[in-house]
């Protein structure tokens, strides 16, 4: 095994009864779980494109047509426990919430606009198997 730091890469083949402990404290695995799915990055990416930072769910929903309700809110409700969105709920009727990018949420931000402009340049090139028919 190398290790870069707390990083751990495996060199070889493992059997999985033989997942080292170290593993279970790689930050990479922990971190990337926490936004790594397709509906957080796109929550992520339209809070930090948006106009004022600031987005209402439904105003999140008719941006994510494909995503379910209950999915958008489990996501928003995961990205906040995660700390890389804040919500503010306003005591009015009907209940006003509003979602923005935390401090921590704002640093993550590079890393995704390079993933998706990596992804643009290279569409054609990664997904020609899936588009063969």
Same mark, same amino acid.
């Given at each position: 095994?190398?290790?870069? +730091? ?5 060199? +070889?083949?493992?059997k ?6 170290? *593993?279970?404290?790689?930050? $990479?695995?922990?971190? $990337?779980?926490? /936004?790594?799915?397709?509906?957080? &990055? &796109?929550? @992520?990416?339209?809070? *930090?494109?948006?106009?004022? +930072?600031? @987005? ?13 309700q ?5 996501t928003?409700?995961? @990205?906040?426990?995660?700390?890389l969105?804040?919500?503010?709920? *306003?005591?009015q ?18 890393a995704?606009?390079?993933?998706i ?5 290279? /569409?054609?090139?990664v ?7």
């Amino acid at each position: 095994m190398v290790t870069f +730091g707390y990083l751990c890469i495996a060199m +070889g083949e493992i059997k999985k009864d033989e997942i080292r402990s170290e *593993y279970m404290f790689c930050p $990479i695995r922990h971190v $990337i779980s926490r /936004f790594g799915d397709k509906w957080s &990055l &796109l929550v @992520l990416y339209m809070l *930090y494109r948006s106009e004022t +930072g600031i @987005l209402r769910f439904n105003e999140l929903r008719g941006l994510m047509l494909d995503c379910s309700q209950k999915m958008l809110s489990q996501t928003l409700k995961r @990205l906040e426990k995660s700390n890389l969105i804040s919500r503010k709920v *306003y005591p009015q009727v009907p209940p006003r919430v509003d979602y923005s990018l935390t401090d921590t949420g704002q640093s993550l931000m590079p890393a995704v606009t390079y993933m998706i402009d990596w992804a643009q340049k290279h /569409f054609d090139e990664v997904v020609s198997d899936r588009m063969e028919v």
